[in-house]
């Protein structure tokens, strides 16, 4: 398993880009799983990982407030759908090994 944090600092503007709003940080989170499986007659490396950004911008109800995309993102769902993920590439290689 490996997990990475990306954390930027980013100039925000305005949407005309004529007020300059400050600098805000930018969340990049990378999550990625890597395992091996090994049958009788193969072995293969199964990857599976989702990125996203949290990303700051000017606010669209509240001009000159500064937002963010994905801010409420539930990373417990994100880590969820990630070993869903994983788990279902590693039943798809095990089924096409009994057939």
């Not at 989170?29 to 700051?56: L, Q, Y």
Request: contains cysteine; glycine residues 4%.
């Amino acid at each position: 398993m490996i997990f990475k944090e990306i954390v930027k600092n980013e100039n925000v503007y305005t949407y005309e880009e004529r007020d300059f709003l400050g600098i805000y940080e930018k969340y990049a989170v990378n999550f990625k799983v890597i395992g091996k499986v090994e049958t009788v007659d193969t072995s293969a490396v199964i990857e599976s990982d989702i990125n996203f950004e949290a990303t700051p911008r000017e606010g669209m109800i509240i001009k000159k407030y500064v937002a963010y995309d994905n801010k409420n993102t539930n990373l417990n769902k994100v880590w969820k759908n990630l070993l869903n993920k994983f788990s279902y590439r590693c039943y798809e290689l095990i089924q096409k090994e009994i057939l």
